[in-house]
């Protein structure tokens, strides 16, 4: 459905509208009407060649030919009207007129055809992203859940943040992390991750597990295509149990989630003994445990990638994620929290893109 409606937003885009359509007529009306009633060394007949070339800067190749014909008659018509159609200067006025309307006529051919093709590449790309991405259920067990993801550019629909969740006998599961780089390599460590957590989220009975298994399923791909060190990928890996306040965190050189108590308040959860990224485990010797943090009835549990910390306003000021979710009124739910966030994420970062993908999770018990 939500590819449906991009798809069905970038048709309407495109539509030509009927006021577009006017400015070429009513030009070629205006410099016909000004050139038959100028004195005879005035030739005003050059300008119709802007009509035909204004129409193809939105419409499609029909469009523009018959744009270019209408232009070609009036010329013929003003040549009717000061002299006669044999007139040696009107003459080539509209043999140019022909050549140049012949000329965008096909330039607009070409551009469409570059559209079609750049609308399936989007399509494949979101279509891509949906596979490997699949959006979060509003509901998981006890836990109402709210998700988004911001492209750095508008014509790229995916990247290489990531996140999951699975249901487990006794709670849920959740992993978001950012592959380092970008483009179809990024995207290929991202699937990577979501499969190895989809396959081990429901098996592996200990939260340090899952993540040796995510860290054991990244480095063999690592040792078997490239280079250890080129490609990691930063995680937080959280269970919640359905029976207890609490919820339990790995954190692999991610950025801090955040959490909102139900009374007022906003808190970091730092764990004490952060892993090493997954990809370079092999590298730092670090312990791995899970750190087990408050999570009542009404807190607000909000993960992220640093793609929003690193978003920068004109000033080069990032943004300050922290000080804005305090501002939230309590109460906020995961839907509006993440709302209000991006409304104000784009509103920071107005006039100049953000500098990576960003990813978003809200979570209220």
Known sequence: MELLASLTRRHRSRRVSRWQLLVPFALIALVTVADVLSPPEVHLGPFLAAAPAVTASFAG???TGFVGLVAVLAQAVVGGARTSMTDLNHTVQIIALIMISVSVTFFAHLREVHDRELVQLRTVAETAQQVVLRPLPDRIGPLEVASVYLAAAAEAQIGGDLYAAARTATGTRLIIGDVR????????DAALVLGAFRASAHQEAGLSGLVDYLEAAVSADLDGGGE???SFVTAAVLEIPDDEPVLRL???GHPPPLRLCADGGVTGLEVARPAPPLGLAGL???PLTAQTFPFAAGDVLLLYTDGVMEARDRAGAFYPLAERVAAMPSGTG????LDRLCGDLLAHAAGNTLGDDAAMVALRR
Do not use: F
Request: net charge positive; charged share 20%; aromatic share 0%.
């Open 334 to 337: 995961p839907q509006a929290l």
């Open 250 to 252: 790995v954190s692999c």
């Open 228 to 230: 250890r060190g080129e």
């Open 284 to 286: 730092v010797a670090a």
């Open 181 to 188: 780089g970008k483009g179809l390599e990024a995207v290929g």
């Open 61 to 63: 190749p029909r469009m």
